[in-house]
């Protein structure tokens, strides 16, 4: 293009579109990953550690979506009964949380959570029983037993 307005102007999107990426990476790092201190656990990890029975990954999702679908070995405790923070969690076995974000420093989340799970199809478990109410004292004794 020969008119430096022409080149200018087709500038400014691509400096806005390179800015808001910027943005958004810096909030997907701030969120995901610098908040995030041991690395969340791939599905193929996840799968052979639920084989192997060394890990307890806990589902918390609202008891309705646990019942509909969810990952063979999950333990629904909804995010309301979790103790808050993750550190009265016991310390072994591991702990994989489907969790949207950061899971803190006793448990790991499952890399892309139950929708990528889902999506790759893989394994899923369907519960008929009714949901109960428990606390945070409930679900943690339940979580150890």
Known sequence: MADERALNLMAIPRGLAEANHA????????????????????????????????????????????????????????????PEPLDALPKRPEVVALLPGPAGDRARRLDGGFMEWRRAGLPLARSDAPARLETQDQAIRRFTA
């Open 23 to 82: 943005a958004a990476q810096r909030t997907v790092d701030h969120w995901y990953h610098a908040r995030d201190p041991l690395a969340p656990m791939t599905r193929d990890e996840l799968t052979e550690r639920l084989r192997r029975r060394s890990v307890r990954l806990i589902d918390v999702r609202p008891e309705i979506e646990y019942r509909a679908a969810h990952i063979p070995g999950a333990l629904s405790i909804p995010v309301v009964a979790l």
